[in-house]
């Protein structure tokens, strides 16, 4: 059974920065994209970052040059490295990975991910 448990959340000031990690159980897909994505309070679940199990990487233009998504394939774990926040990074983020094999142009989409985390919530104030 696949596991994802997000933690790092937490209260931080704008130009402040957080780490969220992702730690997965049961998750033995090697040739797949991993992500990050958010959820703000009436808004649509986005994608924020994806990483591919090869390294490659993508980013959402909102988040480009602020945060980066990166893995510990031996510790089975997936980060996000968020700087320079800002009021519009609140959300509650959720870790997601899939079973299928997608094509670069949907590891934004959340309905192509298999498996999520609880989610965990992140807070800038101004």
């Known amino acids: 059974q696949v596991q994802l448990v997000e933690s790092g959340g937490g209260s931080v000031q704008s130009g402040g920065s957080l780490r969220l990690s992702c730690a997965a159980s049961?998750?033995?897909?090697?040739?797949?994209?991993k992500g990050w994505f958010r959820q703000a309070p009436g808004e649509e679940r986005e994608g924020v970052a994806a990483?591919?199990?090869?390294?490659?990487?993508t980013y959402g233009d909102s988040v480009k040059d602020r945060f980066t998504i990166s893995q510990d394939n031996v510790k089975n774990t997936l980060y996000l490295q968020m700087n320079n926040v800002k009021p519009e990074d609140t959300a509650m983020y959720y870790c997601?990975?899939?079973?299928?094999?997608?094509?670069?142009?949907?590891?934004?989409?959340?309905?192509?991910?298999?498996?999520w985390g609880q989610g965990t919530q992140v807070t800038v104030s101004s």
């Open positions: 049961g998750y033995t897909y090697s040739n797949h994209w």
């Open positions: 990483i591919h199990n090869d390294g490659r990487t």
């Open positions: 997601a990975a899939t079973k299928t094999i997608l094509p670069s142009y949907r590891a934004y989409d959340p309905t192509a991910y298999d498996y």
